[in-house]
């Protein structure tokens, strides 16, 4: 009895040191499949582990969390962060969830990233938002050109002056006069034009003197800006006289002059390059012919705009001495035709808008947002056009808009922005006034 007792009492005591020895076996070596054997020293060893070759191994990788839909928010935190790329992106991508536009939010994503695009070079991002009609972009604007017109180049210092021009701030008077004797004639020109849009005759006597070493096409454009200044009597007293000059090109200067300010002493002298085409007063004498609305001057420009692009650029600046509803027909002739040169193209929308063309609205749409139309800068000037005829107050429009954001055409996506924001600053500046009746 005893015997079998001992016998049971060893078998027992080795289950229970096998029990032992399996709970004390790694989690991770316990796998199903793994073959376990105790080793000299009691502990386990993994078969396994002498053909390593053979042992499959299970790799984890960490995932990304995934990135938070954008709030309000989180949109204004990316702005103040500085992050202005990251801000559009995400608003685009929340108005475009919630078909929905926020203009208070809209204003500080575009400037932020316009005037970024500025900080880092682009100077045309600075003249976008100023078109698009923001208040320190205009003051900033012009302050760079007074202070840093020099080192401009002449495509971002033109279209600068032109704007300042444009809005005519007095207070850009001084602006304009430090750009007067820039290197580039064409930033010049385009100084002395803006002057004269401004209206101010205190520039009157510095814009005579100019006349002494002007070539002819500069002396055209003094004798317009001086005719708005309201010194068209003076200008005439100073060149009526040397018509009768026989020095070579005394007498074709003067007659362009005189022309510009309306004229017609010097008319035989002007027909007759506009007959033989003469360079270098051709295509000049057409610019001219806008202040000689006769039937001669439609028939010369008329056939002007079917010339090459000098000659189709300066009849665009005599256009008005055509019948009123011809101006309108030929300058939508101009837009929609592709074969046109850009540059013609982008003035004829340029005097559409100015002319508020309502029936052209759709056909601006339309070219803005055509992605068969070849030329950003056509699609761009379109896209600007936009504001003009309140055409963003409608959400379909706003929302082709805000694909155009990031175009990959430069010019596009720069007047996409701008109008968005124009926008904005529009409904802003509504709400703000019914808020305060």
Known sequence: MSRWFVVLSLALGFALICLTSRMAVPAFAA????????????????????????TE????????????????????????QGMTSDAELAYLEWASFWHDDDPTLIVPVLRGKLMNDFRQGNNAAL???????DREAINVLSEQVLADGENWPPKDLIPAIQFIGRIGDGAALN???????????????????????IGDPRIAPELMKMFDDADPERSVVLARALAKLGKAKQVNARFEPQLQFPLPGV??????????????????IVHHMLQTKEAPYY???????????????????????????????????????????????????LMRDDARPASVRVLAIRMI????????????????????????????????????????KDYPVREVVRQR?????????????????SYALKANMIASAKQKR
């Open 283 to 333: 295509p000049l004498a057409l610019v001219t012919l806008s202040a000689l609305p006769t039937q001669e001057s439609v028939a010369f420009v008329s056939s002007a705009m079917a010339g090459e692009e000098a000659e189709q650029l300066a009849a665009l600046q005599s256009i008005n001495v055509l019948p009123a509803e011809k101006i309108d027909a030929m300058l939508l002739t």
């Open 31 to 54: 796998d199903e499949g793994d073959e376990v054997t105790t080793d000299e020293t009691g502990g386990d060893t993994d078969e396994t582990a002498e053909t390593p070759a053979t």
């Open 57 to 80: 191994t299970t790799e984890f990788t960490e995932t990304a969390p995934a990135t938070p839909f954008p709030t309000k928010a989180s949109i204004r935190d990316l702005v103040e």
């Open 353 to 392: 808008t100015a002319r508020r063309l309502d029936r052209a609205a759709g056909e601006l749409r339309t070219l803005a947002t055509n992605p068969t139309e070849e030329d950003p800068v056509v699609k761009g000037e379109a896209m600007m056009a936009l504001a003009s005829f309140d055409l963003l």
């Open 405 to 421: 954001v990031i175009s990959e055409e430069e010019p596009v996506a720069r007047a996409s922005r701008a109008v968005l924001l």
């Open 127 to 133: 003249i976008a938002l100023a078109q698009a009609g």
């Open 251 to 268: 007498r074709e200067k003067a007659a362009l002059v005189l022309a510009a300010i309306g004229r017609s002493k010097g008319w035989p």
């Open 175 to 197: 602006v304009l006069r430090s750009v007067l004797y820039n290197e580039d004639a064409g930033v010049v020109n385009a100084a002395i034009e803006a002057l004269g849009n």
